[in-house]
C-alpha cells in the first residue's frame, strides 16, 4: 500500500478547505470501501481526513420530513422505527446491503459514493477507464455478466453497486453538500453522471465537497415504497436487479408512482415510462405487468448480460404487485 498521511477533521470547515486545497485529499468515514480500495491499489490518496467525529450522525424525523446525518451508520438508520414505518424502501435496501458488520461501520454519505464493484476497475493490472482514463474497457469484450444494460457508454459499462440510492430516486430525496462555496441541496438522482466520454468523473461532486445529510420529504408514496432485490446468492451480495417502487394509492386508483433500478444502470435509473403507464390507472395485475414490460425501454445488453432484460421487467412486475397488495 502506498503511504498516506491522516488527519482527523476538527470542523467541516476545515475539513472541506482542507480537502479542496489540497491535491489527492480525500474524505474517510466507516473506510468500508475506501480501505478496499487502498489494499488493491485502486485508489492512493495523499491524504485521508476522517470525518467521524463530526457531528453529522443524527437521525431527525419530523411529520415532514427525515433528516439523516451523513456518518449516521447504515444499521442505526435501517433500524430507526420510523423510516422502517414510513420510508419502508430506505430500511429494505439498507437491509438487504452488505452484512451486519459492515453495515455497523458504513455511513449513508459514503454509501452513496461507494465506487463500482465492475472487476477490471478493481483489477489493476487491467485497461479500465474508469480508474485509468484512456486505458479501454475490459468489460466490453470481456465478462460483463454483471455489467450495465442502461446508460452505458462506448467507454464503460460498469454498474453503479449501491442499494440506497435507488430507493431514495423513488422518495424524491436530496442530498444536503456542503463546499467552498457554501451549502446546496441537490435531487439524490441528479447526484451521479453516466460515463459518457468520462467515465472516471461520476458524480457531480467538486474537490472538497462533503455530504452533510440526506433529506427525506414525508409523502404518501413514500409509506407505500418497496425495495426488492434480487441477486446470486441470498444475503451479502450486490443486485443483478433490484427495482424499488414508491405508489400513492386512493381508492384503488394510482395518483402517483415512482419506479427506479440497479444493479443494470451506470446509475441508480429511473423509469419514467413505466411511471407514465401507472399514473391514473386502478391497481391491477395486468396493469403492472404492462407497465413493467417498458422496464428495459433502450437497454443494450452485452454478451453475457442479455439476461438482465427480461429479469429486469419480472422484478420491476414483482415489485410493483407488492406494493399494490399493501394496505
Ligand atoms: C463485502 C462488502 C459487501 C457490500 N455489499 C453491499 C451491498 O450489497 N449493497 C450496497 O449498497 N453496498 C454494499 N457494500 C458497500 C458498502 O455499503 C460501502 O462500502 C459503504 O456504504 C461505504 O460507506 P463508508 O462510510 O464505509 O465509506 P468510505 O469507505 O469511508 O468512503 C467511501 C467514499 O465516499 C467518500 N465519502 C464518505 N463520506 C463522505 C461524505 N460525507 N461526503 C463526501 N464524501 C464522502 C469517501 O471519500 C470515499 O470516496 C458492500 C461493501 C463490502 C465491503
Redesign the pocket.
Known amino acids: 500500500m502506498v503511504p498516506f498521511a491522516y488527519a482527523a477533521a476538527p470542523s467541516a470547515d476545515a475539513a472541506i478547505a482542507h480537502v479542496a486545497r489540497r491535491r489527492g485529499a480525500?474524505?474517510?468515514?466507516?473506510?468500508?470501501?475506501?480501505?478496499?480500495l487502498l489494499q488493491e491499489g485502486v485508489r492512493v490518496p495523499a491524504e485521508l481526513v476522517d470525518?467521524n467525529r463530526l457531528p453529522?450522525d443524527g437521525i431527525e424525523v419530523d411529520t415532514d420530513a427525515v433528516r439523516i446525518g451523513?456518518?449516521a451508520r447504515?444499521s442505526d438508520v435501517a433500524d430507526h422505527p420510523r423510516i422502517r414505518a414510513e420510508y419502508p424502501a430506505v430500511a429494505e435496501a439498507l437491509l438487504?446491503?452488505?452484512?451486519p458488520q459492515?453495515r455497523n461501520?458504513?455511513?449513508i454519505?459514503?454509501?452513496l459514493?461507494?465506487?463500482t464493484r465492475c472487476v477490471y476497475f478493481r483489477d489493476v493490472v487491467t485497461p479500465c477507464n474508469k480508474r485509468a482514463p484512456g486505458s479501454g474497457c475490459s468489460a466490453l469484450d470481456g465478462e460483463n455478466r454483471l455489467h450495465a444494460i442502461l446508460g452505458a457508454s462506448p467507454h464503460c459499462i460498469a454498474t453503479y453497486?449501491?442499494?440506497?440510492a435507488v430507493a431514495l430516486v423513488v422518495l424524491d430525496a436530496n442530498v444536503v453538500i456542503n463546499g467552498p462555496e457554501g451549502a446546496r441541496t441537490l435531487p439524490v438522482e441528479a447526484l451521479h453522471r453516466v460515463p459518457g466520454d468520462a467515465p472516471e468523473v461520476e458524480t457531480v461532486?467538486e474537490p472538497g465537497?462533503?455530504?452533510?445529510a440526506v433529506l427525506i420529504p414525508a409523502s404518501a408514496h413514500a409509506r407505500r415504497s418497496h425495495y426488492l432485490k434480487v441477486r446470486d446468492r441470498a444475503s451479502?451480495?450486490?443486485?443483478l436487479v433490484s427495482a424499488a417502487v414508491a405508489l400513492d394509492i386512493d381508492a384503488a386508483v394510482i395518483r402517483q408512482a415512482r419506479v427506479a433500478v440497479g444493479g443494470v444502470g451506470t446509475k441508480p435509473w429511473r423509469l419514467p415510462a413505466v411511471e407514465h403507464a401507472l399514473v391514473g390507472h386502478r391497481v391491477d395485475d395486468e396493469l403492472f405487468h404492462a407497465a413493467a414490460a417498458r422496464a428495459a425501454d433502450g437497454a443494450e445488453p452485452r454478451r453475457h448480460n442479455a439476461f438482465k432484460v427480461e429479469l429486469l421487467k419480472r422484478t420491476v412486475e414483482r415489485a410493483l404487485r407488492t406494493v399494490g397488495s399493501r394496505s
Request: hydrophobic letters at 55%.
Open positions: 480525500e474524505f474517510i468515514a466507516g473506510g468500508t470501501d475506501m480501505l478496499q470525518i453529522l451523513a456518518t447504515m438487504l446491503s452488505a452484512s459492515v461501520m458504513a455511513s454519505g459514503g454509501n459514493l461507494q465506487r453497486a449501491g442499494d440506497l461532486l465537497d462533503l455530504i452533510t451479502f451480495e450486490f443486485a
